[in-house]
């Protein structure tokens, strides 16, 4: 019994964990892949957003959706590292667990750009920093503003009984 409460207690620091090792990896790969790689794998969400917004294919749309496409996976992905690391940082109870996890999600996506730098026909952009950064920050926030609902909630129910 003591041992799954144990468990259970260090469930939202395991889970949280898992997302952030799950999350640098997807990075990595992605990071890593060549600029034909990467432009077949965004082709492929530009090609549904074109026929899902009933867009035309003319050589302009298909770049103005694509530059949107390639920008908003950065901001996502780093939105969903931000929230991993703030819920990590915040299991590890950590005093002030958003430094940690800015400080974390800035590393992460300058050298995000920098290992691009080492993939065929990629290149590094401090505009891309700068969208990760923001993905790193509104993941974040989401995460602080969730618990900060959640925890709200308890004190409300703490003092109505």
Known sequence: MKVLSKLKSKLPLIISAAIVLATFAALFVFS???GEESSALSSIFVNFAIKLFRLSDD?????????????????????????????????????????STLIIGLCAAALNELQQLTSAGRSASVRDVAIDFSGVIVGSLIVWGIVRLINSQKIKKAVDK
């Open 32 to 34: 890593g892949q060549d």
């Open 59 to 99: 050589a302009a749309t298909v770049s103005t959706v694509t530059f949107i496409v390639r920008k908003l996976a950065h901001f996502t992905i780093f939105a969903i590292l931000g929230a991993s690391l703030y819920s990590f940082t915040s299991s590890l109870l950590l005093l002030r667990p958003y430094v």
